[in-house]
């Protein structure tokens, strides 16, 4: 089975950096992917990690361990459109197993 | 315009009704999924087709019935609709064979069974 673990919500005011983490424990493991959602809306893809390490994006960069299952998700210089939710996805065999998300609130 | 349509936008359904939820995708993709979005819950894999006339039971699979008969449709039916199966429910779409390519969504189906 598979058990994917993050934070219900976070808040950051605009202009900070805020990381979202997410642990795992699977039985397969071919690779972690975060996806941004804002409501009402459909998930959108963010990132993907298979190798340990720092992947950067813009203002996003995603973090993966996979011997500590363990990944975050970096966002700097936040803006109020950053508020959303985002969602951990670890990918199996042929599926991907979502976490329950993080919604994250930017303020002024 | 590319990428993945879902019909209806919304639907309310009597208990006990069938539904059929419409998707469609142009991207030419071999893999698509249903899943459904609860409060709480996060999204859920109900059935998924790795290519067209093959289909795979996901996570939550009771209820529900898909089928796949050419690339680009995968309509997911409830043959019988239960106040649990009130949701979210949105339809993906994945390239390739590789697990690693991102996975595409459509806009979502919001669906109340009273």
């Known amino acids: 089975g598979q058990n994917i673990d993050q934070p219900t919500e976070m808040t950051a005011t605009e202009g900070a950096i805020v990381q979202i983490n997410c642990t795992y424990q699977?039985?397969?493991?071919?690779?972690l992917f975060w996806y941004q959602q804002h409501a009402g809306e459909a998930p959108t893809f963010l990132s993907y990690?298979?190798?340990?390490g720092l992947e950067e994006k813009g203002r996003f960069s995603s973090f993966l361990s996979r011997s500590k299952g363990y990944s975050y998700l970096l966002l700097k210089e936040l803006q109020m459109k950053d508020s959303a939710s985002y969602l951990c996805?670890?990918?199996?065999?042929?599926?991907?197993?979502f976490g329950t998300g993080t919604r994250l609130l930017v303020s002024p | 315009i590319a990428g993945i349509t879902q019909a209806p936008t919304s639907q309310i359904l009597a208990a006990g009704r069938r539904m059929t939820l419409r998707c469609t995708q142009d991207?030419?993709?071999?893999?698509m999924y249903w899943y459904r979005q609860d409060l709480g819950l996060g999204l859920r894999l109900i059935h998924y087709?790795?290519?067209?006339?093959?289909?795979g039971k996901g996570e939550v699979p009771d209820g529900y019935s898909v089928s796949r008969a050419n690339t680009d449709d995968f309509p997911l039916t409830l043959a019988s609709a239960v106040p649990s199966q009130t949701s979210v429910y949105f339809c993906?779409?994945?390239?390739?064979?590789?697990?690693?390519?991102?996975?595409?969504f459509g806009p979502g189906t919001r669906l109340t069974v009273l």
């Open positions: 087709s790795n290519t067209a006339g093959t289909t």
């Open positions: 699977t039985s397969g493991f071919n690779g």
């Open positions: 990690n298979v190798l340990d």
């Open positions: 993906a779409s994945r390239s390739g064979t590789g697990v690693g390519n991102e996975q595409f």
């Open positions: 991207m030419r993709h071999n893999a």
């Open positions: 996805a670890v990918a199996g065999f042929q599926k991907l197993v």
